[in-house]
């Protein structure tokens, strides 16, 4: 067997890998069914799916994660309605939701690269790693994707979206957190599945 040939096979996920990634997107879609809830200054409701999108990224790493994401998207996209309040098709990127739906696909990768490192710490090293993780990709990178899609969806100055996203910070800490330690106990059990 070749080198290419070898890289090839490497690229295409398992059947282990297949089913976690089914898994995830089938979590996100069910947070998804929680009712969201509307925020007065920004059409953007708070949801439970950026805490599915921070567990696929710290418990699968970047490449099932993204692949979880995309899966569950692309799902979304094509009518399935997998998204808060039942919705799903194309239509839904034309909303002031679209880029955060979009966001969540680089977040998870962005968390799962990040959180990777960590895997080999343990205690509150960890913990921060896999914390800073869902931070900078569940909330800051999700965030700058979804303020820039509102701004121009909802015809509204940049720095005005950037500011009406904020509301939802508080909220999302609070998910990092909760997504922090319950890949943190599946780390110290051993339950994390190996990613690639």
Known sequence: MNQKSISS??????????????LFAAMISAF??????PVPIVPVPVTLQTLGVMLAGLILGPRMAWLA??????????????????????????????????GFI??????GLIAGRARQLSGPMQFARYFVACVLGGIVLVYVIGAVWLSFVANMELMKAFLAVLVFVPGDMLKAAVATVVAARLARLQLLPHSR
């Open 106 to 111: 680089p977040g998870a990768w962005l968390i």
């Open 9 to 22: 096979a490497q690229s295409i996920p398992s059947t282990q890998q297949l089913v976690y990634i089914a």
């Open 32 to 37: 998804a069914l929680v009712p969201p809830i």
């Open 69 to 102: 994401l995309l899966l569950y998207v692309g799902l979304a996209l094509l009518g399935l309605p997998i998204l808060p309040g039942g919705r799903g098709g194309l239509a839904v990127l034309a909303g002031p939701t679209g880029g955060f739906l979009v």
